[in-house]
């Protein structure tokens, strides 16, 4: 449905985005994620209109859109910010786009009726000021803003980073369940791994003006295609020299002990395993946090982490020593 061909991205000599070619499926629920300055959001603004790229074309339902206006293009956007009105009341900025498009009064009414039941915007707080409702609040009238509109693509670039944690969580499910009811194409700027993983069909790893992987969430983490996605994405132990030695002569496999390996914490077990290596270290730090505990050891000059299920029987002390055990197939190298 979207497709970005040999997209170029230039402010004077600065290079933001270098040749992106990524194509976005109907319907799919698509994030670009990366850290700050990658050319995630520069890449959405031009799908939205509020940049054009300085070579390639913006692509939709085969229709080239790159020099096509904003107001043409039928692409809702939630920003950062909101950019809501704070001195009129939640009914008139849900209806705002619509008064634009001079839409009859009582088909606007029906209108917001509707995406207020769908987004769970009370009566009462239609009749507020924004500037009266909490964060999460604000963020549901920014959604329906949008939404009302019926548009074809929906894109939010980081819409939940101004949120306290749990209410992060409450939102990405509302944010999940709204999309698969509406069946709009949304793209997801985000710079949280957790969410990227938790909302998407699938995922763009941008790093520094290039896409470094394009896969499902499952690909992204267990199937990482560089180092940079792999160290990116969730908690990684990077294996040095000495401990990929003892795995080699433990297991006569053949990892390159003069690069990095890679292994994620939760593959690190303390029960012997098959075809598992042991490394012994001895426990520095502790970080419980009431499902898992997670563990920090000294292994051969160098920091391993794993985590523990607490099921109250096993808790180790700092200081005492641990074996652990890691599996041949789950070390990755690049």
Do not use: W
């Amino acid at each position: 449905m979207i497709k970005f061909e040999n997209i170029e991205i230039r402010y004077g000599d600065f290079i933001a985005m270098n040749n992106l070619n990524l194509e976005i499926r109907e319907g799919e629920f698509f994030t670009f994620l990366g850290p700050s300055g990658c050319g995630k959001t520069t890449s959405l603004r031009a799908l939205v209109g509020f940049i054009i790229p300085s070579k390639g074309k913006v692509i939709v339902d085969g229709k080239d859109i790159t020099n096509l206006p904003v107001e043409n293009r039928n692409i809702g956007m939630v920003f950062q910010s909101y950019a809501l009105f704070p001195t009129m009341t939640v009914y008139d900025n849900i209806a705002f786009g619509l008064k634009v498009k001079k839409l009859p009064k009582q088909e606007i009414d029906r209108k917001i009726r509707e995406v207020a039941g769908k987004i769970k915007i009370t009566d009462e707080q239609l009749r507020k000021n924004v500037s009266a409702l909490s964060g999460g609040q604000q963020q549901r009238v920014a959604l329906a803003r949008a939404i009302v509109l019926e548009p074809r693509i929906l894109c939010l670039d980081e819409p939940l980073s101004n949120l306290d944690a749990k209410l992060r969580i409450d939102m990405r499910l509302e944010l999940k369940r709204l999309q698969k009811e509406l069946g709009i194409t949304t793209l997801y700027v985000t710079h949280d791994q957790e969410e990227a993983l938790t909302l998407s069909d699938r995922i763009a790893v941008f790093n520094n003006g290039y896409i470094e992987q394009v896969g499902t969430p499952y690909e992204i983490y267990n199937e990482s295609e560089s180092e940079f996605v792999c160290d990116f994405i969730g908690d990684i132990n990077c294996l040095g020299e000495e401990i990929l030695s003892s795995v080699n002569e433990q297991l006569g496999s053949h990892f390159d002990i003069a690069k990095t390996g890679f292994v994620r914490i939760e593959r690190c077990v303390d029960e012997y395993k098959p075809d598992h290596a042991k490394i012994t270290g001895i426990v520095t730090e502790r970080e419980f946090n009431g499902v898992l505990t997670k563990y920090t050891l000294s292994c051969m000059g160098q920091t391993v982490k794993y985590l523990e299920k607490n099921d109250g029987y096993k808790y180790y002390k700092e200081g005492e020593k641990v074996n652990l055990y890691i599996g041949r197939q789950d070390i990755m190298q690049f």
